[in-house]
């Protein structure tokens, strides 16, 4: 089940028709918390509304937990699954993971989602609003295809403006918002943003974490699975 991703083209585009602000929002740190994610789509849906140009939204990894029942009763899928609900253009999986997901279940993932999956260490382009970018995760072995995107976990957000985009991690419960100037593609601003109690979580979100969770709770009960909160 997925929900349509917010589409927000602004007016500041180059005469071609390509944008001149393209907008990265990431997440990280999931952790098979999935009560976090309908307040977290709040704050997401505000941020695709004010952004001038096209927005790509990614997750830089970390979505599952050991101690999280739900990943243990789908085998990491059940995080991934809410996210491509939630209209993520990609998740990368496989980096400084505490929890990574089974080969096999990670096959079977592939197949029930739109979401692509990039793989540690593996660039991948995407395409957004005309404008393709090589996503490159980790250390890749060869050189990508420029403009990148690097994701590098171990590095500090946000990121300097001016510099070339790069993704940090990002704490659990927080959307790092990085503003790139295109095409120049260089950080025109950047900030992480915190969701708060206040933050009123989406229903059509909140409806999709719901449907997981029992169909996560009949797949566990047989299998013996009894450490889900009460």
Not at 58 to 75: K, P, S, V
Not at 117 to 123: A, K, Q
Not at 153 to 174: E, I, K, N, T
Not at 218 to 228: C, K, R
């Amino acid at each position: 089940m997925r929900t349509m991703p917010d589409s927000h083209v602004g007016g500041n585009q180059t005469p071609a028709g390509h944008p001149t602000i393209i907008t990265f929002l990431a997440t990280a740190h999931i952790a098979g918390e999935l009560a976090l994610l309908p307040r977290l789509f709040t704050l997401i849906r505000q941020q695709r509304q004010q952004a001038e140009g096209p927005v790509v939204l990614l997750d830089l990894g970390d979505t599952c937990a050991a101690d999280a029942w739900i990943c243990r009763a789908t085998l990491g899928r059940a995080p991934l699954l809410v996210l491509d609900s939630m209209g993520y253009d990609a998740a990368i999986i496989g980096g400084p993971e505490t929890a990574p997901i089974p080969p096999a279940s990670l096959r079977l993932l592939v197949d029930q989602m739109l979401m692509p999956i990039i793989i540690w260490n593996r660039p991948r382009p995407l395409t957004k609003s005309g404008v393709t970018f090589t996503v490159a995760p980790g250390q890749p072995h060869a050189a990508p295809a420029p403009p990148v995107l690097v994701v590098d976990r171990a590095s500090p957000m946000p990121p300097l403006p001016g510099s070339a985009p790069v993704l940090g991690d990002v704490a659990q419960g927080c959307l790092a918002r990085v503003d790139v100037v295109w095409p120049q593609w260089e950080v025109l601003s950047a900030r992480l943003l915190a969701v708060d109690d206040q933050t009123l979580p989406d229903p059509t979100i909140a409806a999709v974490v719901a449907l997981i969770e029992h169909e996560a709770r009949q797949f566990a009960q047989p299998e013996g699975d009894n450490h889900e909160p009460e």
